[in-house]
């Protein structure tokens, strides 16, 4: 499939404009980025651990991951990034990285070279208070994910997984919170839950024996959102969602759905289940 880089920016802009207000002059220099577009398979990493890059990966198709390897080999994954998502924009200012980012379905990055990401900031402040946000929100996400793999049990991770996966997908217009695509296959879940892919199976068949979440085909449904929440403690203020993190309630205020309208429309659909 070809996605096209404006398609990719606006996903990206879309994304800010949830945090950050900013001017229509504001809107249109982040569209006027230049991204070189890549397809990267499956299981294949996009950045290295140790790696220097000149570059940002903007995520316009499929999901990616950042990880952490081990000396063996074995990684644990520490988010998760979708369709908008710009996986290190803080590398502009730290560019050698200490973890990796992989693709985990067939996905499109766009490679945004530093020097404009640098340009655009200093041109527009507005613009680098935006990426400053953005940046925060992955330390955010970063530190649920410790506090979630510590001291949560396997049924808990696995449903704080799913609850911010689907309010994520909602957001960025791939679904909604109560049926979505997830895209992972269940070693990638192993490895972002700290467990082993024969424990997140038996986790899944418990979540779905208690009626929790139903899977068909691709798709991932939850037929009562509050349950699995309930489940998980999920609190999404952790996303601190609003215009300058001042809405960071906004998606436990709305019902199923709803979120979507909150983000700007124009929203391509959903990545492809592995």
């Known amino acids: 499939m070809s996605i096209s880089p404006h398609s990719g920016l606006q996903r990206f802009l879309n994304r800010l404009l949830m945090r950050s207000p900013l001017s229509p002059e504001e809107q249109?220099?982040?569209?006027?980025l230049e991204g070189k577009p890549a397809n990267i398979p499956a299981r294949h990493d996009i950045v290295s651990p140790g790696e220097t890059v000149i570059h940002a990966c903007l995520v316009a198709r499929g999901v990616a991951a950042r990880f952490d390897q081990m000396r063996d080999?074995?990684?644990?994954?520490?988010?998760?990034h979708l369709p908008g998502d710009m996986c290190d924009l803080h590398s502009v200012v730290a560019p050698t990285a200490a973890w990796g980012i992989a693709a985990l379905n067939a996905t499109t990055v766009l490679f945004i070279p530093h020097r404009?990401?640098?340009?655009?900031?200093?041109?527009?402040?507005?613009?680098?208070f935006a990426f400053w946000r953005e940046s925060?929100?992955?330390?955010?996400?970063?530190?649920?994910w410790v506090g979630n793999l510590g001291?949560?049990?396997?049924?808990?991770?696995?449903a704080h997984i799913l609850c911010e996966?689907?309010?994520?997908?909602?957001?960025?217009?791939?679904g909604t919170r109560s049926l979505f695509t997830l895209g992972l296959t269940q070693e990638q879940l192993a490895d972002a839950a700290g467990l082993?892919?024969?424990?997140?199976?038996?986790?899944?068949?418990?979540?779905?024996a208690s009626g929790l979440v139903a899977t068909r085909g691709?798709?991932?449904?939850?037929?009562?959102w509050q349950r699995l929440a309930d489940v998980a403690e999920f609190d999404p203020s952790y996303l601190l969602l609003g215009p300058a993190g001042s809405g960071a309630k906004v998606a436990a205020r709305l019902g199923p759905g709803e979120a979507a309208e909150a983000r700007a429309p124009d929203r391509p659909s959903a990545a492809e289940h592995a």
């Open 28 to 32: 249109r220099a982040v569209l006027r």
């Open 73 to 80: 080999g074995q990684r644990q994954i520490a988010s998760f």
């Open 136 to 144: 925060t929100v992955d330390g955010s996400i970063l530190a649920k």
């Open 218 to 224: 691709h798709a991932v449904e939850v037929p009562d």
């Open 165 to 174: 996966f689907g309010l994520r997908s909602e957001l960025a217009g791939l």
């Open 196 to 208: 082993t892919a024969v424990h997140v199976n038996r986790t899944l068949q418990s979540l779905r």
């Open 116 to 128: 404009e990401l640098r340009e655009l900031a200093q041109a527009y402040p507005g613009i680098a």
């Open 151 to 158: 001291r949560q049990d396997a049924r808990a991770r696995i």
